[in-house]
């Protein structure tokens, strides 16, 4: 499993509009839009995280010190790898060429193996010498998120709103208990 990650194109529409957390809230002024759109992006990397998944379409870049020959995707769903570049012996930076690897984005996490009777070129062995450069997320519109997800989202929202503060008269956890039960739960629907 590749650790060295990040987000580079974040999801350009959240899984819940901030008419639906509103109307799920019960707030009816304008006041507070921005701190609940602000809210509504942190419970979803907030869930993503708990799930180590990506919900709506997002640009992940991953980085490896060499090019194995299975290559373990984080954040599921893997929707498509848009490149692999290496640096070779030369110190040049090369794409790999696409029938040199098969993508899986039926499995869960996606996977980048090497094609049957393929050799990769050489390439530095270094740290960040390779580059995998890939879209993941259940999809572009909020309709393909799962609405237990969506649900999980609107609790943890809701929890951040009516909790703005790190200290409480209450006991707090790093996500509600509801939100963790909806998402665990989740994982037997997939």
Same mark, same amino acid.
């Given at each position: 499993?590749?650790?060295?990650?990040? +987000? %580079? $194109? &974040?999801?350009?529409?959240?899984?819940? $509009?901030?008419?639906?957390?509103k109307l799920d809230m019960? +707030?009816?002024?304008s006041d507070d839009d921005a701190l609940i759109t602000s809210l509504i992006v942190a419970a979803r990397q907030a869930c993503e995280d708990y799930e180590h998944r990506a919900y709506v379409t997002q640009t992940i870049t991953a980085k490896l010190d060499y090019l194995? $020959?299975?290559?373990? *995707?984080?954040?599921?769903? *893997?929707? =498509? +790898? %848009?490149?692999v570049t290496y640096t070779d012996s030369?110190?040049?930076?090369?794409?790999? &060429? =696409?029938? *040199? /690897?098969?993508?899986? $984005? /039926?499995?869960?996490?996606?996977e980048v193996v090497i094609a049957y009777n393929a050799n990769y070129?050489?390439?530095?062995?270094y740290t960040d010498s390779v580059t995998i450069v890939y879209k993941a997320g259940y999809g572009d519109a909020a309709s393909n998120v799962p609405d237990i997800t969506k649900t999980a989202i609107k609790?943890?929202?809701?929890? *951040? /709103?009516?909790?703005? =503060? &790190?200290?409480?008269?209450?006991?707090?956890y790093e996500l509600p208990f509801g939100?963790?039960?909806?998402?665990?739960?989740?994982?037997? %629907? +997939?």
């Open positions: 499993m590749i650790d060295k990650w990040r +987000v %580079t $194109t &974040a999801p350009a529409l959240e899984p819940v $509009t901030l008419t639906e957390m019960r +707030v009816d002024c194995p $020959t299975k290559i373990i *995707l984080p954040k599921p769903r *893997l929707q =498509s +790898v %848009t490149s030369g110190g040049d930076v090369q794409t790999l &060429a =696409s029938d *040199l /690897y098969q993508v899986s $984005t /039926y499995r869960e996490p996606g070129p050489g390439n530095r062995d609790l943890m929202c809701a929890h *951040l /709103y009516d909790n703005r =503060s &790190a200290v409480t008269d209450t006991q707090m939100v963790k039960s909806l998402l665990n739960a989740r994982a037997w %629907t +997939v």
